[in-house]
């Protein structure tokens, strides 16, 4: 069964920053391009950016340019740096594969509240 901890979220000022982790268990990571997801108070859940297994990246308009999303594949852990941080980046983030199977489940998130 695949678990997903995610951990960084936090109260930070508009402009600032936070750095996301996710910290994945099972074969899923490996072989899986990952994303970030978010999801608004009152909103559906979408995507931020997702990374292959190679290294590629890319990203929602409105992260361009101010998020980072990277993985350390020998710790099966995917990040997420935001910078320049805006009140409508508040949300519940999530990390998952980009993929949708049966079965898929998500973890807890992590609470990114921007709010000055």
């Known amino acids: 069964q695949v678990r997903l901890v995610e951990s960084g979220g936090g109260l930070v000022q508009p402009g600032g920053s936070l750095r996301l982790s996710c910290a994945a268990s099972?074969?899923?990571?490996?072989?899986?391009?990952m994303g970030w997801y978010r999801q608004a108070p009152g909103k559906q859940r979408e995507l931020v950016a997702f990374?292959?297994?190679?290294?590629?990246?890319h990203y929602v308009d409105s992260a361009k340019g101010r998020f980072t999303i990277s993985r350390d594949n020998a710790k099966n852990t995917v990040y997420l740096q935001m910078n320049s941080l805006k009140p409508e980046d508040t949300a519940v983030y999530y990390c998952?594969?980009?993929?949708?199977?049966?079965?898929?489940?998500w973890g807890q998130g992590t609470q990114v509240t921007v709010s000055s």
């Open positions: 998952n594969t980009l993929i949708d199977y049966l079965g898929r489940s």
């Open positions: 099972g074969s899923i990571f490996s072989t899986n391009t």
């Open positions: 990374i292959t297994t190679g290294g590629m990246t």
